[in-house]
């Protein structure tokens, strides 16, 4: 069965780019299923995105949880290393931290404006 969808995808392939060469697509068929994968095609047709490098994903979900437990549980920094069970540079992420209050800040005075 495997060799039979591997065709299937190279004949779908084929036909979106006229050569078996797209194997990003193909991949990302295979993780998100065909519904997912209609569906994100439907959302998404004919433009061009920009998928960060996995680093970058993952330090933005870091970040995004540093601002929670900080701001939104009022936890210190030293509590939050401690239920992270993860050591980290306070400084470079207070900074990160500060951009995202600063964003916010505009965005609600935009929106008041």
Known sequence: MKKESNLLLSIIDMLLYGEFSNKNLVE??????????????????????????????????????????????????KDIKKKLGVDFNTLKYETKLNSIIEFINEEISNERN
């Open 28 to 77: 990302m068929y295979r993780i998100m299923g065909h519904e997912r994968f209609i569906l994100f095609c439907k959302m998404f047709s004919d433009r061009t995105i920009n998928i960060p490098n996995f680093e970058k994903v993952k330090d933005a979900f870091f970040t995004a949880s540093l601002y929670y437990y900080r701001y939104i549980e009022l936890m210190e920094w």
